[in-house]
C-alpha cells in the first residue's frame, strides 16, 4: 500500500472510532499519520482534538502556537488556540484568536459561543450575549450552547428569558441538573414558587439517589407531594415554604458566597416559622460543614425540639457529634437502632461512632450484617461523599469552554 492510500485508510478509520467515542484510539491512529506525514493539515488538528485534555495548559498553549503558525487559515486551530489561552485566563490572546477563527468561518458556532462567553465575563455582554443566541441559531441542538445562554440570561438579571430558554433547552438538553437548577431559580426569582418547587423537588430527589451519605446528615424529603412541614403558618404560602428549602438545601454545600445564600434562605423560613424543623436541621448542616459543631448542636437541638419523635433530626445530632464527642453519638445511635433495628442509615452512625471509640472489630460486624440485609445501601454510600450535589454549581457559573474540545459531528 502506498502513502497515500495508507494515510487515508488511517485517517478514515480514526474518523470512525472518534465517532463511536474511542478518543485514545483515535489519537493513536492521527499519531501514526503524523509520524508518516508531520505537517497533515486535518491529522494535526484532529490530533489536538483528541489529545489536547491530556497536557497541561502551558503545554496545549505550545501546541496551539504551533497548529496556527502552520495552518494560518484554519478556522479551527485559531478556535483551539483560543479555548487553550482562556483556561489560562489569558484573555486578551484567547478573544483575538476566537475573532480570528470566526473571520475565517462565520457558521463556526463552537468559537462564537467561546467568544460570547469570553466577552460576558469581560463585562462586554451585548456583544457576548447577541454571539451566544447566534450559535443555538446555527446549531439548535448544540447543549452546551443552550446551557450557557440560560446561565448568562440569569446572570443578566433577565429571569424571563432565563425560563424561556431553560424551556426550550430542556427539549435538547433533557434533565441535566446545571439547566434544571438555573431553571428553578428563575422561576424562583420571578414569584413561580409552585413551578420552582417541583423542579427542585425532582432535582433533590436525583441528589439523594446519588448521595445516601447526605441524605442522613440533612434530613428532608423525597417527593415535593409528601412535603408536609411547613407548620401551620396563617397568610404562608406553602409553595414558597417549600421552593424556599429546596433551594437552599441544593445550595448548601457550594463553597464561598453560596452557603451565605442557603443560610438567608434558611431564615427566611424561620421568620414565617421559626419551629420550622426541617430550616433549622439545614442551619445545623450548615454549621457542621464549616466545623462550627456547638453551634451546629444548637440548631439541631432546636429541631429535635419542634419535632421530639422526628427520628432523622436525633439522627443527624448523632451524626454531628461524630468527631467531637464520639461517646455520646454511640449512645445516640444505639437508642435509635435498639427502637428501630431496621433503620439502616442509624446502623450505619453506630457502625461509624463504634469505630470512632476504638470498637473495630464490632463496627466490621454490625457493617457486615448491614451489607448483607441492603447492599444497595451500603455500597451507594461507600461511593458517595458529602459533597456531591446536583452538578456542583450553581446558576452563577458559566459552562467551562474545556468541554468544546470533543464537539459532536454530524
Known amino acids: 500500500m502506498n502513502k497515500d492510500k495508507l494515510i487515508k485508510r488511517r485517517m478514515q478509520d480514526a474518523e470512525k472510532h472518534h465517532r463511536m467515542g474511542h478518543y485514545e484510539r483515535s489519537c493513536e491512529l492521527y499519531e501514526s499519520v503524523l509520524k508518516i506525514e508531520p505537517n497533515h493539515e486535518q491529522a494535526n488538528i484532529e490530533f ?44 486578551e490572546e484567547a478573544e483575538e484568536s476566537f475573532r480570528r477563527s470566526l473571520a475565517l468561518n462565520t457558521e463556526n458556532y463552537r468559537a462564537m459561543h467561546n467568544l460570547g462567553s469570553l466577552l460576558v465575563k469581560l463585562e462586554k455582554r451585548e456583544e457576548g450575549l447577541s454571539l451566544l443566541e ?6 439548535p441542538d448544540y447543549e452546551i450552547g443552550h446551557l450557557t445562554l440560560a446561565q ?9 428569558d432565563a425560563v424561556k430558554e431553560s424551556e426550550q433547552a430542556s427539549g435538547v438538553i433533557g434533565d441535566h441538573p446545571d439547566l434544571q437548577i438555573i431553571f428553578g431559580e428563575s422561576l424562583y426569582k420571578i ?29 428532608i424529603v423525597r417527593e415535593s407531594d409528601e412535603y408536609q412541614h411547613q407548620g401551620s403558618v396563617t397568610g ?55 466545623k462550627q459543631v456547638p453551634e451546629a448542636v444548637t440548631w439541631i437541638d432546636k429541631a429535635i425540639e419542634s419535632d421530639p419523635e422526628n427520628r432523622a433530626f436525633i439522627r443527624q445530632k448523632a451524626f454531628i457529634l461524630i468527631d467531637d464527642d464520639p461517646q455520646a453519638s454511640l ?7 435498639d427502637s428501630d433495628p431496621a433503620d439502616i442509615r442509624s446502623g450505619v452512625g453506630k457502625a461509624w461512632a463504634l469505630n470512632s471509640v476504638g ?12 451489607s448483607e440485609r441492603d447492599p444497595a445501601f451500603i455500597f451507594g454510600l461507600m461511593g458517595s461523599s458529602p459533597g456531591v450535589t446536583a ?19 454530524k
Open 191 to 219: 414569584g413561580n414558587f409552585t413551578r420552582a418547587r417541583k423542579i427542585f423537588s425532582r432535582i433533590v430527589e436525583t441528589t439523594l439517589l446519588s448521595s445516601h451519605m447526605y441524605e442522613m446528615l440533612c434530613p
Open 236 to 290: 404562608a404560602d406553602p409553595d414558597f415554604l417549600a421552593a424556599t428549602y429546596y433551594r437552599a438545601f441544593l445550595s448548601l454545600e457550594n463553597e464561598g458566597g453560596k452557603k451565605l445564600m442557603s443560610e438567608s434562605d434558611l431564615q427566611k423560613i424561620l421568620e414565617i416559622n421559626p419551629s420550622h424543623g426541617y430550616a433549622l436541621s439545614g442551619i445545623a448542616s450548615l454549621y457542621k460543614l464549616n
Open 152 to 160: 448568562v440570561y440569569f446572570l443578566l438579571g433577565r429571569f424571563d
Open 48 to 91: 489536538f482534538r483528541c489529545s489536547s485534555d491530556e497536557r497541561p495548559g502551558e503545554k496545549n498553549v505550545e501546541e496551539s502556537d504551533r497548529l496556527v503558525e502552520l495552518f494560518p487559515q484554519n478556522a479551527e486551530a485559531w478556535m483551539f488556540r483560543g479555548t487553550s489561552y482562556a483556561k489560562l485566563e489569558k484573555t
Open 331 to 337: 449512645d445516640l445511635f444505639g437508642k435509635l437502632v
Open 391 to 409: 452538578g456542583g454549581r450553581g446558576p452563577g457559573r458559566i459552562a467551562s469552554m474545556s468541554k468544546q474540545t470533543r464537539p459532536e459531528r
Open 359 to 370: 470498637k473495630e472489630e464490632e463496627s466490621k460486624a454490625l457493617l457486615k450484617d448491614l
Open 134 to 139: 447566534k450559535a443555538i441559531t446555527i446549531r
